[in-house]
């Protein structure tokens, strides 16, 4: 389990630090790549821009993706992952504080595999990131990642 | 005045004119055909007085041959003369019965008729008695100023009736003068009236393009004023949720690394400082429904609301399976209304109803149907902590609470989003209580029309959409 890599996209430091300490007191152990910004987080997974060069068969085997973020917005990003072929079957889990129903829809739309709201009361949130993590990094299987882009 | 008066007094005055010209026009005819027949009857009396001159001068003629010649075959033309003179004054007498000055002309003609036939008849006795020749010159003689004076009068008569004739035409020309210029002057006021009425028109249809153009404007300012709603509201939920998370999480995380380093008081001040951030976070997103509501397509539907209170009550009771609650919901209360916000309704009133009857020995909670004004009423009771109804008003506004958070939780959010919603149904809540002796809420789902027919007819839409 500890290969697999966990790819956070979060602008909000504290939120960060707080999901962090969620799988560390969960005893979740894998890498986080940590994207403050949806281009960034584009970068990581095309292998572009601060991230070329990067070894690209090392996939994530979950993204946790805010919606709202500087210069790409989450969705955005949801897009450009299902439209490439060497990303489009990642699993995405949109991780955000909006619980509008034209987020909702939109993220479904887009192919988003899970739609979490983060909720406010730390407990439940460490809650939440546990059975994330138990379920996207263990008992989930990820499908194939291309040799080639 | 209102568009639609200044165009019925435009058309109706053009209406009027125009109708008034018709009538006129009729009048006119018949008023020609009248002066054909004066002219006609003015021949035909003409005629009549020049056949009883005649025939007075075919009887005198046939007379005096028999006088001559004494043959009889001048007397049958004589006397078929005579008679016919006779006929003459009395066709005149016809004709000119409504003209006072004729007749007495006649008056005069006829005993001069009279005197003049019997003088021709007395002749011809006179003639058939022999040795009375003598007598002859005096007679002719009186006989001769008859059929003068008669001549006269009868010219007299001829003239009167000229006279009359060119009268009544010249009348004729006057009428026929005055039509043509209230021909020409009705058409025109006619138009002028018309054109005002198009005239009318354009200008209405001016102010209603412009009104129209200033809804578009002002739809656009409501759409561009709920897009801004919406970017609030997203802002709302998600930008003051977030340091609320971080107000919660770096409390907790306190609590956990620092644990040797707190007391119990400082652990307790920690405690409160995450209840405050998660009361907060219910709040937004208690204010968030309550929006959503406001903003969410509605849709109307026949509900089974029995079986909804139903599932409500059961999820109740797995919330608290410790508690001993008795619901009585009364069964086949059927209606038309938005399934989700009804069951929003439901979930809210009896959610307080469980939550204010958790401090009751035999709690209980009913759900039924009354009448109220002839439209249905249905109704939530429990026989919980209830309230003053002095503060009655007071229940339905946003925030407000009747009972201290320590004593019943809550945001005070519930009931405005149920009056939110009766009142997007088009219907009403209101609700009966006493302190410490229950509470009832009741609400209506729509303005008047009576629910026994409305169930009826939802009992088929329901079979109908159920073997769909």
Redesign the interface.
Known sequence: MKDKVILLVED?P??E??TL?ALKKNNITNDVVVARDGEEALEYLFGTGKYAGRDVTVMPQVTLLD??LPKVDGLEVLRQVRANEVTKHLPVVIL???????DRFEGYDLGANSYVR??????Q?TRAILQLGLYWLVLNERPPVPVKI | MSFKQKLVIAFGTALVILLWIGVLTFRRTLQEDEDQKWVSHTHLVTEKLDAALADLVDAETNQRGYLITGEDSYLNPYRSAANAVYEDAHTLRKLTADNPTQQRSLDEIEPLIALKLAELDDRIKIRNMPGLGAVIPTAIDAGTRYMEHLRTLISKMRLEEQRLLSQRMEAAQVSSRNMKKVLILGNILALVFLMSAGLVIREEMDKRKRSEETLRLSEDDLEAANKELEAFCYSVSHDLRTPLRGIDGFSQALLEDYENQLDSQGKEYLQRVRMNAQRMATLIDDLLNLSRITRSEMRRETVDLSLMAESVAIDLRNQEPERRVVFAVAPGLRTEADPRLLRIVLENLLGNSWKFTSKREGAEIQVGRIQDNGRSAYFVRDNGAGFDPKYSSKLFGAFQRLHGITEFPGTGIGLATVQRIIHRHGGRVWADAELNRGATFYFTLQLSISDEEESNEGQSHFAGRRQS
């Open positions: 909000n504290d939120d630090a707080l300490r919606l709202k955000t504080s909006s619980n509008e129903d034209k983060k909720p406010v009361d730390f407990d949130f």
